[in-house]
C-alpha cells in the first residue's frame, strides 16, 4: 500500500472522529437550543476560525476559485445535505436517519467503479457490504412503514455521495483549505435559512463552549477529510466513514453513559474487521 493511500485512510479515520465529536456537542447543545440555531451559531464560529487561518495562509490569493464549477456543486451538494438531513432528524429517529446515511459510501464507490472505472474488487464489494451490515447492527432502526421525511434522508444520502465524489474530482491545484472554506459557508448558510422558522434563545457559557468545541471539530473534519479524498482513489476511503460510528458510540458511553450492548458491539467489531480487510485488498 502506497503512501497516499495510508494517508488518505488516516486522514478520513481523523475526519470521521472530528465529525463524531462535532455531532456530539451538538447534540449537548441542542438540548438547550434549537437546531438552527446551533447550526448558525457553530458555523459562524467556524467561518472565524477559517478566516483567522486563510489570511495567515493568504488565501485571499485564491478567492476567485470558489468559484470554479467543482467547487460551487460541491458547496450544493453541502448545502443541500444539511437541509435534508436536520430536518428528516427533527421528524424521525435517528437510528433510522443515521442508517440511511450509511449507504453514502456504497453508492459512491459504486459510482466510481461503474462511470470513473475504478478497479473495486470482489472482496472489496463484500467488505463495503458487510460493514453496512455492522452499521445496521449497531444502530438497529426499528421496522416501520415509509415515511415522507425517509426521502429527505435518502436525499441526505445521495448529497453525501455526490460531494464527496465531487472533491475527489477538484483539481489539486486548488488548496484544501479553500475548499473547507466554502463547505463551512455553505452549512453556515443553510442554518441560517432554518432559522426563518425557528425562534433562537439566549447563548449562556456552556452553549457557547460546546459550539466553539464543534466548529473547530467540524473546521478540522472538513479540512481533513478533503485530504483524504485526494490521496487515495474513493473505493479505498469511503469504507472508513463506517468508523465514525464506533467513534460516535464511544462519545456517547464517555458523555452520557450509554454502554452498547451486545448486538452493537458484534457491529462494532464487523464494521472493524470490514475496514481492515478493505485496506489489506
Request: proline share 5%.
Amino acid at each position: 500500500m502506497g503512501e497516499g493511500y495510508r494517508k488518505g485512510i488516516a486522514a478520513m479515520c481523523a475526519a470521521v472522529a472530528c465529525f463524531a465529536t462535532t455531532d456530539g456537542l451538538m447534540k449537548l447543545a441542542t438540548e438547550t437550543l434549537p437546531v438552527s440555531q446551533v447550526i448558525t451559531t457553530r458555523g459562524l464560529i467556524a467561518l472565524t476560525i477559517m478566516c483567522v487561518v486563510a489570511m495567515g495562509a493568504k488565501l485571499w490569493r485564491h478567492i476567485a476559485d470558489l468559484f470554479h464549477p467543482l467547487v460551487l456543486l460541491r458547496t450544493v451538494f453541502e448545502m443541500s445535505m444539511i437541509v435534508t438531513y436536520v430536518t428528516a432528524l427533527s421528524r424521525l429517529p435517528l437510528a433510522n436517519v443515521f442508517s440511511v446515511l450509511q449507504a453514502a459510501p456504497i453508492v459512491m464507490t459504486a459510482f466510481a467503479a461503474f462511470v470513473w472505472g475504478e478497479q473495486v474488487r470482489l472482496g472489496r464489494w463484500i467488505a463495503i457490504l458487510v460493514g453496512f451490515v455492522g452499521v445496521a447492527l449497531i444502530t438497529k432502526p426499528t421496522p416501520s412503514t415509509f415515511e415522507p421525511a425517509m426521502a429527505l434522508a435518502i436525499i441526505a444520502s445521495l448529497c453525501v455521495a455526490g460531494r464527496d465524489l465531487t472533491t475527489s474530482r477538484i483539481p489539486r491545484t486548488l488548496p484544501s483549505l479553500l475548499i473547507t472554506f466554502s463547505a463551512t459557508l455553505a452549512s453556515t448558510l443553510a442554518g441560517g435559512l432554518l432559522s426563518s422558522v425557528e425562534p433562537w434563545h439566549p447563548v449562556g457559557l456552556r452553549e457557547a463552549l460546546l459550539l466553539g468545541g464543534a466548529a473547530l471539530a467540524l473546521a478540522i473534519g472538513n479540512y481533513v477529510i478533503i485530504v483524504a479524498y485526494r490521496n487515495a482513489p474513493v473505493s479505498v476511503v469511503s469504507p472508513f466513514r463506517y468508523m465514525g460510528v464506533a467513534f460516535a458510540i464511544v462519545f456517547g458511553f464517555a458523555v452520557w453513559g450509554t454502554v452498547p450492548d451486545t448486538v452493537a458491539l458484534a457491529g462494532i467489531v464487523i464494521v472493524v474487521l470490514a475496514g481492515l480487510y478493505t485496506m489489506r485488498r
